[in-house]
């Protein structure tokens, strides 16, 4: 097998920036996945979803509306799970079972234990599990991380990582805004815990809380700059929506090296406009740019700053790896682009270490249990409000600590009510 055949599991919004995402990563010229078909429940965006292909790739995707008929289809070797979150253990689990491997967008699970049993089901089948999450891979990203791994900052004692602002308008779906569908504090969250165990490694402990801070969440008047699938669907949402997740996540994290991280997510807030992500040691600070922009990291250290590629000249072994060269350039740190391609590259990286895993038999870079762990750490906050005290990483993952989840995983039947 030089490529790995897939099926696109869940073709709504996302599942659409993957198909853009899949064609980038061919035209890099090292692609390792043929996308063969697309599976979706809603027939009409299984529909809009393989037109796309076509589109794009000038071929025909084989198309399903049932899960069992794709993995019994002897072509597809993978799925790509993009349905929303609460779905995602009952697409990858009987995949993975059946030996189809599986890249699951994040969160990879709804709870810590919908992502056990996707974890379980990955050794079961002797599959490949990934974590679809790509903004790690974003150049600053690599080059804060390298910072960090030259000890030029020395050895790091905090991180800052605080990212606040929005409205009361519903944040893209409604089921955004539901606890047993993964609100927007944990699906957005997400990005953040894993970006802070990328730059500061495992978790220990956590204190922290999450909040409702629009209760209800409108409607926008708005909708016609959004993709079509998206836009489509906006016609049918209810004018209001009763938050019943949360829409923010405020945590003070304890990492295994000793180092403090200060974060916040709060999705709301209309006067609130504030993102900082910043990494501190005795010897320097870093200020990373945030994702998808391109800007420059900043470097300080005594009575110098530097900036974006003038860093480099600290790390001569810095590398990436090859398919994020072809994607961005050699050494290019700092770019300006659209949205677009960004988010199209960002993907087909995470794409292509999914499939060389699959045909090098290496691992991904963010397996199953990193997916997890970043999921823990949002829910190690609400569980954390809930028990009146800091928990473990290691409770959470012991399912010792899961009085906020267990309501969740009764209403999914993940547990017996
Ligand atoms: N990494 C990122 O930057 C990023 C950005 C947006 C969304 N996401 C993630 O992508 C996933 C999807 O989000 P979205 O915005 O596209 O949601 P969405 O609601 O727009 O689309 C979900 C699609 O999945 C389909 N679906 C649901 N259950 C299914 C099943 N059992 N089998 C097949 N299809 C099924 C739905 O019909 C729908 O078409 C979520 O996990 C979300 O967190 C990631």
Known sequence: MEKVPLCLVGSGGMGHRHILAYKELEDSGIGNIDLIAVCDVNPANAALGAREIERLFGRKP??????EDALAHPDVAAVDVVTDPSFHHTVAVPALEAGKHALVEKPLGITVRACQAIISAAKRGGAVLATAENLRRDPPNRLARSIIDHGLLGDPYLMLHNA???????IITPWRHLKERAAIGLDMGVHYTDIIQYYMGEYDQI???????????????EFDHMLESYRERFKTFPAE??????????ALYRMKSG?????????????????????HGKRGALYAP???????????LDGRELKGGEILELLPDFQMTEITERLFGKDVVVYDLPFPPIDAKHMAIEMHDFAAAILDGGAPEVDGYLGMTAVAAIHGAYESAVAGRAVTMEEMLSGEVSAYQDEIDEALGLIDS
């Open 164 to 170: 606040l602002g929005g409205n009361d308008e519903i």
């Open 241 to 250: 929506v009763e938050a019943t997740g949360e829409d923010s996540a405020i």
């Open 207 to 221: 204190f922290g809380l999450g909040l409702i801070v629009e209760p209800v969440r409108r409607r926008p008047a």
């Open 62 to 67: 084989l198309v399903f509306t049932d899960l």
């Open 259 to 279: 180092a403090t991280v200060q974060f916040s997510y709060v999705g709301a807030g209309k006067g609130s406009r504030t993102f900082e992500r910043s990494v």
């Open 290 to 300: 945030g994702d998808r922009n391109g800007n420059p990291v900043v470097l300080r």
